[in-house]
Structures are given as C-alpha cells and as structure tokens.
C-alpha cells in the first residue's frame, strides 16, 4: 500500500493543487487549494475514500483565493496550515523543520522566504517530492517586488533548502504556465534560466522584470491572512 | 533506474500530452503531442536527453491538429504512429495487441473504438498507466456524434479493453476540462456518471448530449488525417 498522488489544475491563476495521502490509513494533506475549486478537490477526497486532515498553503498567494476555508466548511477536522512566519490566521502553524503527517508518511516543513517571508517548501519523507510553492518554479521563480520579497534571501533559500535535495527528487510548483506539470532538482541545476546564474546576476534580473501588478492581489492577501476564513457576500466572486 | 514521465498540458483544447521514457536508454514515446505546443514537448525532450522514438497518436483527434509533424521536423529519426485503423497517414501502423517499445518498457496497443473508429488505448506494459484518449475521460467519456462515433462500440470498448484493467491502474485521459491530470480503473468503475449505467442508458446519454461543432474540426482532422505533416503556410495560425 502505497502512496496515492493527486495533482490539481486551477486554470484562472494557473494553480497546482496537491492531493497527498496514505493509501493504507486514508489519511491525507492538501497543499494550496484554490477557493474557486475547493468543491472539485473535496469530492475527489471523499470518492478517495479519504480523511483530509490538513489544508497546507506554501504562502500567503497573491494571484488567488486559498481553498483552505471553504474546504474546512465542506470537511470537518480539517485544520488549516501555514507558516508562522507568514503571519497570517490559520489552525496550525510551521516552523522550519516540522513535520505533517498523514498516516506513515510526513511533509517536512522548509523554510525558503525569499518571494515571501513566510513561503515553505513542503519536502515528502522520502525526499522524492517537494512541493515548492512559489519559491522554485519551472525553469523560473517567484517574483520578489513585493509582499516582502528579496531576491537574495530567495537564492539563498532554493540552493541551500531545495536544489540540495537529491538530483531525482521531482519539483512541484505552485504553477506554471505553459502546461508543464513537475521538474527535478537535476533539470532546474541545469536549466533554470535565473538559478543558475550568480548571485548577483540573479539579482539583477530578478529587480529589472517589470512584472505587471498582480490581478488578484487586493482581493486575495487580505483573504489569504485568514487562511480564505472570512464571512462577506464576495465569496464567489 | 526507471521510468521517465512527464504529462504536459495544452490550455486551447484542454489537451495532455505524455512523455514516457526508459532512464536507462533514454528511448521515449511521447503521446498526443500538439502543433501549438510542440516546440515545448522537442526542447523538454532534448533536455532530458531522450531519443523521442515514437510520435503516438491515440485516435485523429477533431479538436487539435496533433504535433506530430513538427516534432518530426524538429528530431530526427522520430516516426508518427497511429492505428491502423484510423486510416491516416503515418510512418508506422498498429493494430490491436501491437506493442510501441521504447528501452525497457512497452506500450500494449488496445483497439478502442467508439469515439472514432481508430482509438487505440496504450497500455503501459506493467498495467500501472494506461493511456485512453477520448475513449475514456475522467468521470466521462468522447463524445460518439461525428467521426465514426458508436455509443455501442464505445461502451463495449471501455469495458472490456479499459476497466478490466488492475483497479489501480492509473488513467490519462487525452483531455480533462476541470483540471483534473489522472483516474484509475477504481475510480472509474464507481464514480463515472456514463459509464456505470447500463448499455442502453449510456447510448441514450451519448445521443442527447445536443454538443457543439467543435471549434478546430474543419482544420483538424484533415491535418490529423496527414499525421500533422502538411505543407501549408497556415500551419501556426
Ligand atoms: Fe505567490
Ligand atoms: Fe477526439
């Protein structure tokens, strides 16, 4: 009895979701639920025959809505879970190296701030996957001109805390967008066009990317502080 | 050392595209490629470092013109497979219980026809993956209205050449408009809302799903009928 894995596409902002549970005791996590199709991932948990017992975020997105509060009203005993350096509400909060745990298997909590403050990298037990968040993404990587980003503090964190992890571990990001679903630390050694320059120049084209403002960012931080928890008329907007 | 796989997503026609791969030789079939997306799937491929062997097309598809053709302009030595029965163009046919071979690893060929007459399923050789096309989408099906489609035919297909397969084999669907990436054999026997109805209740599904002419047919299938090998200035329009 294995491991059962479920990946999720949100296809507004781009979003994976992750569905990760033990086949044997049921027990399962979510990482980064989207509000707009927290219906779609509860009914696959419950045809999955499974016990969601935490909805995890990697950060406080900006681009939408966590699923996290509207999957605590479908699913009772599912506690939401978010970095305390995040600083926003949630039922549980991480520190680095803490452990989630669904049944024989565990997410080990890594800090990587740097497009965030609060941003975690979710690495499963047997370092196989990680689950990145914005921190890494496919052949790229979060923006860091605002909601505390550094682009030191973000090279930092994805060499010392994700590119170290063994070269076949799979990478899963919070998106892509360009249909590609999971990559491995050995390809993003090699082929991630900003990480695999210097620091400095890392830097440099991380503060010159002129990236528009962020769609959903008024709506969904403000949101995402309560873990998508909040009582207003705007829900399903 | 074992199986690469990658399963990629084209957002227009909601279509995924697989990559498999033996570790070891580096052989690899790709599955389903699209035009639009095909310079992608070539570069992941060369970074990978893989022999992309096989081009497969799991039926002549109506909604995308199949990548077929430029990923053979662009990798050399790469041959376009589709069933015998399709009556398309191809470097290669099959027909039922052939097997695509790439290192190690194989793909079963299964005639599944009802969506259109030259749907093959491609098993992968363990019984852990298989491929459906439209034959079998998750919680649904292809439609069965144009293209040879037989309500009848598709639903003996899917049950005696997809759901007889091992509960967990997992299922990859051609598309999914949900966001949704995997299935299995399980999954499917329980939750499919057509395909666990009676012979009689699923035809008279099929023929009152009143759906749309599909957008990109006119262009499509006659490019798909070519293997995506044509010569027409409109070929990135
Ligand atoms: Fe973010
Ligand atoms: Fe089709």
């Not at 919070?174 to 390809?187: N, W």
């Amino acid at each position: 009895m294995g491991l059962i894995f479920r990946q999720l596409f949100e296809s507004v902002s781009s979003t994976y979701t992750y569905i990760l549970a033990d086949e044997e005791t049921k027990e399962a996590v979510i990482i980064d639920p989207v509000m707009e199709t927290a219906e779609r991932d509860a009914q696959l948990v419950e045809e999955l025959g499974l016990t969601l017992k935490y909805a995890v975020n990697t950060h406080v997105h900006a681009d939408h809505v966590t699923g996290t509060g509207e999957l605590k009203k479908r699913i009772g005993g599912c506690k939401s879970v978010i970095s305390k350096a995040a600083g926003a509400k949630a039922d549980m909060f991480l520190n680095n190296g803490d452990k989630v745990e669904f049944g024989k298997y565990h997410l080990e909590a890594r800090s990587t701030p740097g497009h965030t403050n609060g941003c975690m990298t979710y690495v499963l037990n047997d370092k196989s996957r990680a689950f990145t968040g914005d921190a890494l993404l496919i052949r790229g990587c979060g923006r860091t001109d605002f909601q505390q980003g550094s682009p030191l503090t973000l090279y930092e964190s994805v060499h010392t805390q994700i590119l170290s992890l063994p070269q076949d571990c799979l990478l899963y990001p919070a998106h892509d967008y360009k249909g590609r679903t999971v990559t491995s630390v050995g390809e993003e050694l090699k082929f991630n066009p900003r990480l695999t320059k210097s620091k400095e120049e890392f830097a440099n084209i991380m503060n010159n990317l002129n990236l528009n403002y962020p769609k959903q960012i008024d709506r969904a931080v403000p949101a995402n502080m309560m873990c998508g928890v909040f009582e207003t008329p705007s829900v399903s907007q």
